[in-house]
C-alpha cells in the first residue's frame, strides 16, 4: 500500500481494508520528553480519547521509530525525541484516506539533512511568521537542519546597510525557539570572504575591498580584514548561543591577486596560497569557541596547491548543481578549465546523444566541449584522474572529489540545489533538474558514508516554491524511494 508521504517508510505491514482515524488518538509522550510532546500535541491537535503511548527504545536510534496502530491504540518506539516527532508526523501524513491499521518503520540514511533557508533570495522580505512555518515544513519533511543565510536581515551593527526588514531581537528569539521545538539544529551563514556585496557596497566600506570598484571580496592581505571577519563571526556566534556549526563562506574568491600587494603575494605562493593565509585565521577563530566552521569546497579544488596547508578541523561543503546522474557525462572541472562544466566532445556526437535523457542533453548544452585527454590544464588529470572513474572520458562517477577530499583528510558535507541555477521550465524553476541533482547526491552522500547533506536555494523565485525543495531535500536524505519496500 502506497502511503503518499515524503519520504516513504522503508518498512510497512499495513491493512488494506482496515483503517482507524488519526484524530481519536492523543499523544502520551514520556516524562523525559515532556514539552516536545506538549508542542506535538499542540501542533497537530491530536486529542482524542484513544492513547498514543510513546517509549523510549534504546533499540531504536534517536531518529529511528517502529509504530504498531490498531483500533484501541497506537504505539510508538523511539531512540530520541525527532524520532517522536517523525513518526507522529508520518502519522499524519499517512492518514489523508483513514490511517491503516499495521505496523511502520523507518530510519534515516544520513544523520545531517538540511535544507538551506536563503534571505538573500525568496525570504528576503518574508514575514517572520512564514520564515518559522519553513522551518516546520523542514521538520515535518524530516529534515533536522536548517542553513541561514541572513544577508541584510541580520543586524550587523555598525556595518548594517539600510534594511526595513533586519530582523529584531524578538523575531530572532522567535525563529530560534521554533527550530528548538521543532528539533531542528540551526547553522548560521556569515560570508567573511567573498559575496560580501551586502556589505562592501557601502561607500564607507570601500576601504576593505580587494577592488575598489567591485563591492564583492576583501582584500585578505588589508590588515583590518581579517579583524572584520572576526568581528561579524563574533556578533553570529553571540546571537545564536550553543551552535555547533559556523558556515564561514569562502566560495567563488575570484579576485584574489588583484590588488597589488595580493598579486606579489600570489606570484610567490599562488592564489590557493593567499586563500589559505586568511581562511585558515578565520577556521582557528571558529575552533577556538568550541564551534566547527564549514566552509565552501570551490576555491581549495580550483587551486589545490594550497590542500596540505588548509585546516583539517574545517569541514568542506561540496557542492555541484549540474550533476544529476551516475554515471555522468559531465564534470565540474574546478581548476580544469575556466568555463568548469565540461565534457568530452569526441564521445558526444549527435548519434551517441541519442542515449543521453533530454534533461542530460538539456545540461550539457551549457557545458564546453573539450578533448578532455588534451585540453584540460596542465595537472588536473594528474591530481584527480583516479577519482573520475572508469569510464572517462566520456562517462564520469559522479561528484569525483567526495574521495578525493576523504583521501586528503577532509570531512564532508554535499551540496545540491533545489533553485541553484536559473533553469525553468514554462517559466517555472526546473524541478526535474534539481529533483535529478539533489537525488544523485544523497545516494552518493550516503553511499560515502559522509555526515550529511545541505540542499540549497539561490535562486530568488517567488517564496511559493521553497515547499516543494524542501519536500524532495526531506525525502532523498532521509531515505532513497528506490531502496524501499513498494
Not at 516513504?8 to 499495513?14: A, G, Q, S, T
Not at 502519522?91 to 534571505?119: C, K, W
Not at 542533453?361 to 557545458?367: E, H, P
Not at 558535507?413 to 534539481?434: E, I, R
Request: glycine share 8%; with cysteine; net charge negative.
Amino acid at each position: 500500500m502506497k502511503l503518499y508521504t515524503m519520504p516513504e517508510p522503508k518498512f510497512k505491514e499495513l491493512s488494506e481494508t482496515e483503517t482507524v482515524d488519526i484524530f481519536d488518538y492523543f499523544i502520551v509522550a514520556p516524562d523525559e520528553w515532556r514539552q516536545a510532546g506538549e508542542y506535538l500535541a499542540e501542533r497537530t491537535r491530536l486529542k482524542g480519547k484513544k492513547p498514543i503511548l510513546i517509549s523510549k527504545d534504546e533499540g531504536y536510534g534517536a531518529e529511528a521509530y517502529r509504530i504498531e496502530i490498531a483500533q484501541d491504540g497506537i504505539k510508538i518506539k523511539t531512540g530520541g525525541e525527532n524520532g517522536m516527532r517523525y513518526a507522529v508526523y508520518t502519522l499524519l501524513q499517512a492518514s489523508h484516506d483513514g490511517l491503516p491499521t499495521g505496523v511502520i518503520e523507518d530510519y534515516p540514511v544520513m544523520e545531517m539533512r538540511a535544507y538551506q533557508l536563503n534571505f538573500r533570495g525568496a525570504l528576503r522580505h518574508a514575514e517572520i511568521e512564514t520564515i518559522c512555518d519553513y522551518i516546520k515544513n523542514c521538520a515535518r519533511a524530516k529534515l533536522n537542519t536548517v542553513l541561514i543565510e541572513y544577508d541584510t536581515r541580520f543586524d550587523h551593527g555598525e556595518y548594517q546597510p539600510n534594511n526595513p526588514f533586519v530582523l529584531s531581537k524578538d523575531e530572532m528569539n522567535m525563529l530560534l525557539e521554533t527550530a528548538r521545538l521543532e528539533g531542528i539544529t540551526v547553522i548560521p551563514l556569515i560570508q567573511t570572504f567573498g559575496h560580501l556585496e551586502f556589505l562592501l557596497s557601502q561607500e564607507k566600506m570601500k576601504y576593505l575591498r580587494e577592488e575598489d570598484h567591485k563591492p564583492k571580496q576583501l582584500c585578505p592581505l588589508n590588515p583590518e580584514a581579517l579583524s572584520f571577519s572576526k568581528e561579524l563571526i563574533d556578533m553570529y556566534v553571540d546571537a545564536h548561543p550553543g551552535i555547533k556549526y559556523l558556515h564561514i563562506g569562502c566560495d567563488e574568491t575570484s579576485q584574489l591577486g588583484k590588488c597589488p600587494k595580493c598579486k606579489e603575494y600570489v606570484e610567490k605562493h599562488g592564489k590557493g596560497g593567499l586563500f589559505v593565509y586568511f581562511v585558515n585565521s578565520l577556521i582557528d577563530h571558529v575552533c577556538k569557541k568550541g564551534i566547527t566552521p564549514l566552509i565552501y569546497d570551490d576555491m581549495i579544488c580550483a587551486n589545490p596547491e594550497a590542500m596540505e596547508e588548509l585546516d583539517r578541523r574545517a569541514v568542506l561543503v561540496y557542492w555541484d548543481y549540474w550533476t544529476g546522474s551516475d554515471p555522468t557525462p559531465l564534470v565540474v572541472a574546478r581548476g580544469g578549465w575556466n568555463e568548469a562544466l565540461v565534457y568530452d566532445r569526441s564521445s558526444w556526437d549527435k548519434d551517441a546523444m541519442e542515449e543521453l535523457s533530454e534533461l542530460q542533453r538539456k545540461i550539457l548544452s551549457s557545458c564546453k566541449p573539450l578533448d578532455l585527454e588534451k585540453d584540460l590544464k596542465e595537472g588536473y588529470l594528474e591530481r584527480y584522474r583516479d577519482y573520475l572513474g572508469d569510464g572517462f572520458p566520456k562517462y564520469f562517477k559522479a561528484f569525483p572529489y567526495i574521495e578525493y577530499y576523504k583521501d586528503q583528510g577532509f570531512k564532508v558535507l554535499t551540496m545540491p540545489t533545489s533553485l541553484g541555477t536559473g533553469d525553468s521550465h514554462l517559466s517555472a524553476p526546473d524541478m526535474n533538474h534539481f529533483a535529478s541533482n539533489i537525488h544523485a547526491f544523497a545516494k552518493r552522500t550516503a553511499q560515502s558514508g559522509l555526515q550529511g547533506m545541505i540542499t540549497s536555494a539561490w535562486f530568488p523565485f517567488p517564496e511559493a516554491v521553497y515547499p516543494f525543495g524542501i519536500a524532495l531535500a526531506g525525502m532523498y536524505s532521509w531515505g532513497l524511494p528506490e531502496e524501499n519496500d513498494k
